[in-house]
């Protein structure tokens, strides 16, 4: 079976070799370029794995950025106007950045305010809020152009709390065999 193939091989390089002017390199470097391509053939799909795996995990890394970019962003809603001082949402926020994030992620993002002077304010209202935590650490603070979708805490709140106070009363509906009847005597 083997020796069938190598002579039809042969035949085939031999035939090919008459009908192509081929120069001597070239049939060397085809000759040579065989085991090559066997081997390559043979190991595929793993050549190609670990870069596919590459790019797929270099996407996946750049979500997560963003992700936690946004999810310690600081916009207008936290800081009081003027953007010199935080908010008690903005404290909340800021606390909850330093103790509660992992570590690898702890990094506190402020939103590009209208100003320069108003951006620069706002981060230096974060990291003075920092510095005088109970527990303080050194959490960098960045500037950030990612907006922030949300709404104010108190906006939110207050819609919580419409909602409460509009949804009925919870009870016990009667069953359809008349389970809830007055106790009346067919």
């Known amino acids: 079976m083997v020796r069938r193939y190598l002579v ?7 035939a090919l070799g008459y009908a192509l002017p081929l120069s001597a390199g070239e049939i060397g470097d085809f ?3 065989f085991p090559r391509d066997f081997k390559r053939r043979n190991a595929w799909p ?4 670990f870069a596919d795996r590459a790019s797929i995990h270099q996407a996946i890394t750049i979500q997560v950025s963003a992700g936690w970019e946004r999810q310690n962003l600081l916009s207008e809603f936290h800081f009081l106007p003027g953007g010199k001082e935080l908010t008690e949402d903005g404290r909340l926020r800021v606390l909850w950045i330093v103790n ?5 992620h702890r990094q506190v993002y402020v939103h590009r305010a209208n100003t320069p002077q108003e ?15 109970a527990y ?10 990612r907006t922030d979708d949300g709404w104010p805490a108190d906006r939110i ?14 009870r016990l509906m009667g069953g359809a065999g008349g389970s809830a009847s007055s106790g009346s005597a067919h």
Do not use: N, W
Request: aromatic share 6%.
């Open 157 to 170: 709140d207050s819609l919580s709390r419409k909602a409460d106070r509009a949804a009925p009363e919870p």
């Open 31 to 33: 000759l040579s370029s």
């Open 136 to 145: 303080p650490v050194s959490v960098p603070v960045f500037e950030s152009t």
């Open 46 to 49: 793993e050549p190609f794995v």
């Open 100 to 104: 509660e994030v992992p570590e690898m």
């Open 119 to 133: 951006t620069a304010a706002r981060m230096q209202a974060v990291q003075r809020f920092i510095a005088q935590s």
């Open 8 to 14: 039809r091989l042969s035949i085939a390089i031999v």
